[in-house]
């Protein structure tokens, strides 16, 4: 059975950073794209960043360009995302995810096959 697991949300200043991790069980992943998502309150689900199996080909959001990096570790099944210069806008639940065998970054949720939990990042002004 797949898990994904997420950690290291919780508050930080407007301006701070903050790292999130998510470790994937159940079987390897070194060959599907991982990504996170984000829901604040009132929102969709929000693409944020994804990692494809090539390493070295990542994908951002618009509004995350330049200030977060994903990074994965297949032989640890794990994807990270550093979230640099954070705004309050920032504020949600943050979803790990796991894709397909694309060669091209799905941005739509329900294109997604497993989820974690997710864990909330609150950004305060």
């Known amino acids: 059975q797949v898990h994904l697991v997420e950690s290291g949300g919780g508050l930080v200043q407007a301006g701070g950073s903050q790292a999130l991790s998510c470790v994937a069980s159940?079987?390897?992943?070194?060959?599907?794209?991982m990504g996170w998502f984000r829901e604040a309150p009132g929102k969709e689900r929000e693409f944020v960043a994804a990692?494809?199996?090539?390493?070295?080909?990542?994908y951002y959001g618009d509004s995350v360009k330049g200030r977060f990096t994903i990074s994965r570790d297949n032989a640890k099944n794990t994807v990270h995302l550093q979230m640099n210069n954070l705004k309050p806008e920032d504020t949600a639940v943050y979803y790990c995810a796991v894709g397909g065998l694309w060669t091209t970054i799905r941005t739509e949720p329900n294109e997604w096959n497993y989820w974690g939990q997710g864990t909330q990042v609150t950004v305060s002004s």
């Open positions: 990692a494809s199996r090539n390493p070295g080909n990542t």
């Open positions: 159940g079987r390897s992943f070194s060959s599907f794209a």
